[in-house]
Structure formats: structure tokens, C-alpha cells
DNA sequence: TCTAATATCAGTAATCGTTACTATTATTGT
DNA sequence: ACAATAATAGTAACGATTACTGATATTAGA
């Protein structure tokens, strides 16, 4: 793949560096559209899947509906809270044994898993459902 | 929420408990108009949509884009095969303790968590990328 | 520093999965 | 059998994402 250097791209990055909520598209779209008024949705997604590519994001797919992304592209756990669907991490040591212990009961190969913790966000957790 | 008998709900229902492979509303459409040709997609989506209220089936979001619905509807394991793009159960006990190993890393409330394993599947095992 | 090649852009149209709407049909309690 | 109303088929609308297009920006080489 033969990149060549974007001021847009390297705002996209620059922006998904400074979170940790793992914003979806819209919302880097709209943050980044203040330092650059005339950015293309499109651009964005053209942008955060390139970046995916070469490996400097990733993309989570914690609910369903709409992708959000990461500029930690290490594999690590994910919170979506029940309430206000917020996404955060969580800052804990990857359980590897939890695949060799899923490799005991599955005939293919396990590399690696996701996994999302569902509840209440410190925020969230006083509240009645 | 008052529910009348419809045969196409039904139809939904049988055809998803006869899966293992946790179908998507398309294929679910698919299949059911063999036997009632005139059903509508819209009426397959607002039955999983009731069925998954009632907690007759389940909703998972294995890989962003399109819902899967799967009739068990205790919480497990997925795999999903990085090659065939297949969906799996992992008949393995549910290990709640990494709920609550992750509840020590966290503020909030950690009620449950979904877990997706990756790999290759018994039949894509042996390929290569 | 100019130039040619080409990656990237903004803007817009198109696509895909899903939901909403509407007039008609089916179910169900009385 | 009937009235109330849930469910339907068909279609339009929606939100997230991708594809297209002609113009612009980057970059390597002369």
C-alpha cells in the first residue's frame, strides 16, 4: 500500500489519540470538522479504514449499529454501559487461558478473543433502569 | 405486551431453533418464504424484534454490521472464523469469574460480559490467508 | 525547482441493513 | 358472529457506510 501524507488523515489519528471513548465516525467527523471546516464524511471513513489497514486503529464492534474506533490498537477489554451506552476500557491483563481453555472445546484454532463487559458506568450505576 | 398467535412468528421461531449457526434476518427471510412466500422482510424484523423482547431468542452483535439471532438464549460463547466469516457456539461453562476479576479494575457495575473467540474454524483450519 | 504521476480530497449519489407507515387481514375474547 | 385490536404485506424512509467523479495535494525524479 503506498500512502501518501494527508493533513486530514493525520488530524483523524491525532484526534483518536486524544480519546478514550472510542468515538464513532460522526463524532470524529464533527470534532475534526473545527480545524477542518470543509472535511468529507467520507473522507473520515476513507481515512479511519486505512488506518485500520495498516494497523495504527482499530475497529470495535461493541454494539451492533455503528462502529466506534480506537487508537490503542492493543486487544484489550471493552464496558458498554447498559444505561447510557457509554464505551470505555477496561484496565485490566488480557486472560489468554481463557482461549486455551476454549481450544479444549472447539475443533478449528483460536487465536484471540473480544470480550465486552455489560452494566452500570460509574455514572450510571445509582440509577433505576 | 398483549401477543396474538401469528403463523409467521412461529415460522421464525421454528426455523431459528433448527440453526445452530445464529442466522442473519435476511437468511431467516429466505428461509421462511419457502413455506409462506408472501412473507414480508419487514415482518421477519419486527418478529425477532418482539421474540428477542420476550426473551424468546437472542440478539448478538458478533461482527458489526448485520444483527445475528440465535434461540438459545442463555449467555455464551461465540467463535467467529476469520476466514469463512462463520458463527459458532463454544460449548464451554461460562467463566464468571472474569467478571469479576474485571470488576476490581472498575468503578462501575459489571453485570455480565459477552466474549467472541477468533481463529479458524475446523473446516478453514488448514488454509492459508 | 518544475513536472509528471498518482494518492487524496470534497461533494454527492448509491448501497445496505433496518425501521416506520398504511391500508388490509387474522386472531381472540365475549 | 362480532367487535377490538394485533399482525400482516408492501412500500417508503432512515442512518451508517461505501462508491464515484472531477478537482486538488503530495511526492519522487529530472
Given at each position: 500500500m503506498n500512502l501518501k501524507y494527508s493533513k486530514q488523515r493525520e488530524a483523524i489519528k491525532a484526534f483518536l489519540m486524544s480519546r478514550k471513548d472510542h468515538p464513532t465516525a460522526d463524532q470524529i467527523y464533527t470534532a475534526v470538522r473545527e480545524d477542518h471546516p470543509n472535511i468529507s464524511l467520507g473522507t473520515v471513513y476513507r481515512n479511519l479504514a486505512l488506518l485500520e489497514e495498516v494497523g495504527e486503529i482499530q475497529r470495535l464492534h461493541?454494539?451492533?449499529?455503528t462502529d466506534r474506533f480506537d487508537a490503542d490498537v492493543s486487544n484489550h477489554y471493552h464496558f458498554v454501559c447498559d444505561s447510557c451506552s457509554c464505551v470505555q476500557d477496561i484496565p485490566m491483563e488480557m486472560q489468554v487461558s481463557l482461549s486455551a481453555e476454549a481450544q479444549k472445546h472447539f475443533n478449528g484454532v483460536i487465536d484471540y478473543y473480544n470480550a465486552c463487559f455489560h452494566g452500570r458506568c460509574s455514572d450510571c450505576k445509582e440509577l433505576q433502569y
Open positions: 461493541v454494539n451492533g449499529n
